[in-house]
């Protein structure tokens, strides 16, 4: 059973920066891709970054620039550098995984940018 745990939220100012991390763990984990999302208050979840395949990389066109996503395939972990944060970019970000005949999603964490 293949399990995402999320880490590296938490309550920054505007401007500063945060890294999520996501990994994935169990037995026979094979990953076709992962992806972070997110959801604020009162809005439906969103697409925010993903790797495909390992190396096809994909943002939500306006977070490129300030959102990096990471892969270190080696550790099945996958990692979101948050740059410039702004009040707006406050939501719950969670992980996501494609295992191909199934899907995974984390817990999410929290992320607060206060003004």
């Known amino acids: 059973q293949v399990q995402l745990v999320e880490s590296g939220g938490g309550l920054v100012q505007t401007g500063q920066s945060l890294r999520l991390s996501c990994v994935a763990s169990?037995?026979?984990?094979?990953?076709?891709?992962m992806a972070w999302y997110r959801q604020s208050p009162g809005n439906e979840r969103e697409f925010v970054a993903a790797?495909?395949?390992?190396?096809?990389?994909r943002y939500k066109e306006s977070l490129r620039g300030r959102f990096t996503i990471l892969g270190d395939n080696a550790k099945n972990t996958v990692y979101l550098q948050m740059n410039m944060l702004k009040p707006e970019d406050t939501a719950v970000y969670y992980c996501?995984?494609?295992?191909?005949?199934?899907?995974?999603w984390g817990q999410g964490t929290q992320v607060t940018v206060s003004s």
């Open positions: 790797i495909i395949g390992g190396t096809n990389i």
């Open positions: 169990g037995t026979g984990v094979n990953i076709k891709s």
């Open positions: 996501y995984a494609d295992l191909g005949s199934s899907e995974r």
